[in-house]
């Protein structure tokens, strides 16, 4: 199975990168599904119904979302409606919506998308190994999924690393977001799956995270910033990840790094 997974889709220009590489990416890549994050995506706090099904219409398969899932309101009965996005599955289980989805593609193939948040210099949520161990017993790749793809969405990257090597050989891929820097460290642990600590950002990189930089330096210096974080609007770039897995494992067998401008 050919993965594609896109990072943190922050404000126009992240939406703009994605929707405007998608061919691109089927072209270069020939993706059995294309997964993006959108956990910025609505200027730049979550995503709402309207994008997602931009989204799909154009051709991705699965949209994962983050910590920031609840900031537009009208996402939350959304969450239910559509069956190909994510939120953080060690969240209380009875919030709207599903860490944890089934897709089946258009050739037979089933992929399980799922997403969880890390705890470290994150909110309070449970433990997102415990939240993997009981969704698992449920799956086991090669068996009733061909393939397994966790985002982590986390700030530390320590703990993002130790999560992936506690699923080595359970998923196939472990891919970090959230942080919106693309990390260099593509691999496939000794058990067989890809991982990454963060696939980046789709956005505007000429400020602070895909954000005008006045308010964060003001947060720097002063503690304090008077005004909100506002997404800038110049040109978007587009980090990603590819991951193609074996068909009889599902394990990975090929991780590489996507940016397109």
Known sequence: MRIIYTGDMVGRPGREAVFNNIAKLKELYNFDILITNTDNAAHGFGVTPG?????????????ITG?????QREII????????IVRPLNY?????????????????????????????????VDCPAQAMDKLLK???LGRN?????????????AEKISFAHYLDGRVSAVIGSHTHVPTSDTMILPKGTAYQTDAG???????????????????????YSGTKLVPLNGTGELWGTFIETDDATGLAAKIEQIHLL
């Open 51 to 63: 994008i997602c099904r931009d989204l799909l219409e154009k051709g991705v398969g699965a949209i």
């Open 67 to 71: 910590d920031h899932v609840w900031n």
């Open 77 to 84: 009965p959304f969450l239910d409606e559509c069956k190909k």
């Open 92 to 124: 209380p289980e009875n919030l709207p919506g599903t860490g944890a989805r089934e897709i089946e593609l258009v050739n037979g193939k089933k992929i399980l998308v799922v997403e969880v948040v890390g705890r470290l210099f994150m909110e309070a």
């Open 138 to 140: 449920a799956y086991t």
């Open 145 to 157: 999924i061909d393939a397994i793809f966790v985002d982590i969405h986390a700030e530390a990257t």
């Open 201 to 223: 950002m789709c956005g505007d990189y000429s400020g602070v995270i895909g954000f005008e930089t006045q308010a964060p330096i003001d947060r720097l210096c002063r503690r």
